[in-house]
């Protein structure tokens, strides 16, 4: 490449972090002040592209964008003062599934509003053309972008610095309680940056039109490059922000420039679990201070007698399940155990272990591959193939997890976002292995299993065991060893607990487990995609995990089934299913909150 070459993907590299800057910028100044993880961020930036779009046509595009970002913070400060004005004391889990619930909410509205096909938005009046640098033309309009990021971080550099509300906003990123102790009105403090925080996702997906189309995807991933750019930088540190930005969308301009178009995805999140492991609070940022407490601290309760008898008929039903004439609730009953057993891992790790994972499905997604490439490529058995799916969940759980257990908090739980991401874009790239977004499809059982009666009872007796040892392993040794090293790791230690090769055999056992769960969907569904790698599918299952409750052993299978069954009947009954599910999680949020406090 020549030095020209490298000049034009320098800038544009520069002109992609401005645009995600604007992004990061907001998410990291809402999780300074009010310590929420907001993953609706990345639906606020979609809904200023839509708008924009729609916008554009009617008044034009400069003045689109300032209305469009004025709309979005108006939303943002609706958000705030009707929802996360209830929940600030929450756990970080019931905080981060409230603001999922308002993506898949969002998301709807914008497919119902403007339909599913992309939008392309216009070219910028006056910017349209381009300019020769080194030899080679470069868009106008991307260097307005280059100059606008270093104009946004001065003008927030001073508002913080220079200004009484931004010293005000400082003093509650350092120190919220004592600024609430000294009068300050964090009510309006918090609804004050949060809007503020929207605004820049509306400013950046108004100004990202000429750039890119507005489609229904843009939400999760550009929520992901946001969260990689905000971690990096520092949870909370603008200045963080503004050079991670910059390192990530120089890193991606120059993987495209190489001709590693497809390391693009891996790459940014390469980056982030780099600088996670070396640094763990980031490049600017801070140690964490004092974490809420969580439902994790009450002690797992055995299960009682009456638990005892439910389960015991409820295994009764499911062996009789096969017997009824309609073959419909068999599918669906093997996909409620698959998710039980997933759900059942995940609360393993949070539950005893109290280790929230944004990242479960990264296990489920691997053992689901191995499983299908095993089975499509080296030709071998059904039971050989699911072994290879536990093994693969097994060994990427104990590579992911010794790093992660180096971190607490919300930084272990984005770590985990990390890798999992990672693994997501792999699957997801390299299309001579895993298909790429088409997946892997022809993954169906041997002849002995081909009926739906005969996989159905071999995923019962599967799952049944495997969540059984799970509830045992709670009860074990190594179950209150892991719970005291998350309620209290000195201690564990001075006893002579090693905390981290707990915590570390924590995530291999419940990855194992995963892997298993992963594989057996591959098979009930005769196909695998990147799909259940998905951010989503962790969600899900932390979805599971809440519905059916963190403190109870049975929790996790309970919330599965119904899970399952709701999205179920959701999505064959109610035309925008997904904002259906959207406002039943916020409903068990504010519910499970509210007993809860």
Known sequence: MTSSAVLLQFLNGLAGASSLFLVAAGLSLIFGVTRIVNFAHGSLYMLGMYLAVWLSGRIGFWAAVPVATLAVAALGACIEVLLLRRIYRAPELLQLLATFALVLIVRDFALWAWGPEDLLGP?????????EIAGGAFPQYDLLLILLGPMVFAALHLFLTRTRWGILIRAATQDREMAGALGVNQRWLFTAVFTLGT????LGGALAIPREPA???????????AFVVVVVGGLGSIPGAFIAAILIGVTKAFCIGFGYSKLTLVAEFVVMATVLVVRPWGLLGRPQGVVRGTWTEVPLARISKRGVVAIGLLVLLLAALPSLPDQYPLVLAT???????????LH???GAGGMASFGHAAYFG???????LVFLKLHWSTGSSLFAGWAAGALAAAIFGWFCVRLSGVYLAMLTLAFAQIAWSIAFQWDEVTGGSNGLVGVWPDSWLASRAAYYYLV????GYAIFVLWRMAHTPFGYALRASRDSPLRASAIGIDVRATQWLAFILTGSAAGVAGALFAFSKGSISPETLSVQRSVDGLVMVLLGGVHTLTGPVWGAAGFTWLQDVMARSVEYWRAAIGAAIL???LTRWRLSA
Not at 123 to 131: E, F, Q, S, Y
Not at 199 to 202: I, K, Q, R, T
Not at 366 to 372: F, L, N, Q
Request: proline share 2%; aromatic share 6%.
């Open 123 to 131: 070219r910028a009046p006056g910017l349209a053309g381009a300019v």
């Open 199 to 202: 605004a820049l996702a509306g």
């Open 215 to 225: 489609s229904l995807g843009i939400d999760l991933a550009l929520i992901s490059d």
């Open 335 to 345: 996909e409620m155990l698959v998710f039980a057993l997933f759900a059942a891992s």
């Open 348 to 350: 393993l790790l949070m």
């Open 366 to 372: 691997i053992g689901a591959y191995a499983a299908a």
């Open 460 to 463: 019962l007796i599967l799952c």
């Open 587 to 589: 409903l068990l949020v």
